[in-house]
């Protein structure tokens, strides 16, 4: 890998037995790698203050210490840094650095987790709906993103419940010849697996599903409703018991199921961060998780770029967008975990629904960033992002 790609600067570290003169060390925030005197590298890392710590990972282990660390001064020659901004800017680039630097393991040094999706395929020999970390790889079908995996999973159940799926996966697949499971006697599966429904027949169902996920779950309810109120008329009182107890449930699991968005095709935002300093602010444009961004500015020409931006997120150039799924999960990852701060996430998190003139974005940002910086360890006190969460 060509690290001159990857870093605008780089400068020849003193040797062990030499002083490491702090001044020499890049200020401010950034991604940055070491690499030993034949090229190769040796650590990626991150932080919002590299020149406070890179002097502490370059110092010699302290004796008698009981946590274990490499001796960077002893193998470290070279030092290329990326200048970064903001927090998000810098875990975006980390992310995509260490992606490339060590595409085998950097996953496991991100400071976020990944948030989940549920995914189906409808036109599958057996479809079923499955909870998975990534997305946006048709012609599966995609929901979410969700927060965790349990309200993830809490959702395909309800699917289950609400359309009579299948719930034992193996025996589907055995289909017309399978045995059937005691959901058939309770009459909660219509038995696709026994060959009692034909699979075309199935997939309607899971095409029914699929609506409801997707938005659409006002006719699913209203038939539910109408059975509940047919199963009361003929004096089925415990159908027409369960039923409302399955609406309830519906109900309860619409109104919180820990979706960000309905589908990864509405996961859109405008992110405004600062840009160097007080007076410069730089946009982030999130397309289903590709990210692409633009030259910072100085926050009095917000309202000569307003226009620009919201112009980016009604048009986006699809031929600039990241293709590769993986890669756009992740990106989903990053966004969605400054989400979950709310109005503590540093910046501004806009979803393309809350755009609606270029002057109002321009009072939004002017609001957001001409005020004084609150004093908060990510902006006042620059730390590294691996640890960055266990300090606030």
């Known amino acids: 890998m060509d690290l001159q790609s990857l870093f605008a600067h780089h400068l020849e570290l003193p040797g062990p037995d030499e002083p490491l003169d702090r001044g020499i060390l890049p200020s401010g925030g950034g991604v940055c790698a070491l690499t030993d005197d034949r090229g190769r590298l040796i650590q990626t890392l991150a932080a919002q203050n590299l020149r406070r710590f890179l002097a502490l990972r370059l110092e010699p282990p302290r004796e008698g210490s009981r946590r274990r660390r490499t001796d960077l001064r002893a193998v470290a020659r070279r030092l290329w840094w990326q200048p970064t901004h903001s927090v998000f800017e810098t875990w975006l680039t980390y992310l995509r650095t260490a992606r490339l630097l060590a595409p085998q393991s950097y996953r496991q040094e991100l400071a976020f987790g990944p948030v989940w ?81 034909s699979m075309d027949r199935y997939r309607d169902m899971i095409a029914a599903s699929v609506d409801f996920a997707r938005g659409g779950s006002a006719e699913r309810l209203s038939q539910l409703e109408q059975a509940m109120s047919a199963a009361s008329t003929a004096l089925q009182f415990e159908r027409a018991a369960r039923i409302r107890e399955q609406i309830l449930r519906a109900k309860k699991i619409l109104a919180a199921d820990g979706r960000l968005q309905l589908t990864p095709d509405g996961f859109r935002y405008l992110v405004i961060q600062r840009g160097g300093g007080t007076s410069r602010i730089k946009p982030f444009f999130v397309d289903r998780g590709s990210v692409s961004t633009a030259d910072a500015v100085m926050l009095r020409q917000i309202d000569r770029v307003a226009e620009q931006w919201t112009d980016k997120m009604v048009r986006p150039d699809a031929e600039t967008g990241d293709s590769n ?68």
Do not use: N
């Open 325 to 392: 799924p993986i890669h756009r999960s992740e990106c989903i990852w990053l966004v969605s975990h400054f989400l979950a701060k709310g109005d503590r996430a540093p910046g501004l998190f806009l979803h393309e629904s809350q755009l609606s003139t270029p002057g109002d974005l321009a009072g939004r940002i002017t609001e957001r960033f001409g005020k004084r910086r609150p004093q908060r360890c990510s902006e006042s006190e620059p730390v590294d992002p691996a640890v960055e969460s266990e300090l606030e």
């Open 117 to 197: 999706f549920a995914r189906v395929d409808p036109d599958a020999p057996f479809p079923r709906w499955v909870s998975d970390k990534y997305a946006l790889t048709p012609p599966v079908i995609d929901v979410g993103p969700f927060w965790d995996r349990a309200s993830c999973r809490r959702f395909i159940e309800l699917l289950e419940d609400l359309f009579d799926l299948c719930r034992h996966y193996e025996v589907l697949k055995q289909a017309p010849h399978g045995q059937a499971c005691a959901y058939k006697e309770m009459g909660k599966c219509p038995a696709p697996c026994d060959g009692s429904i």
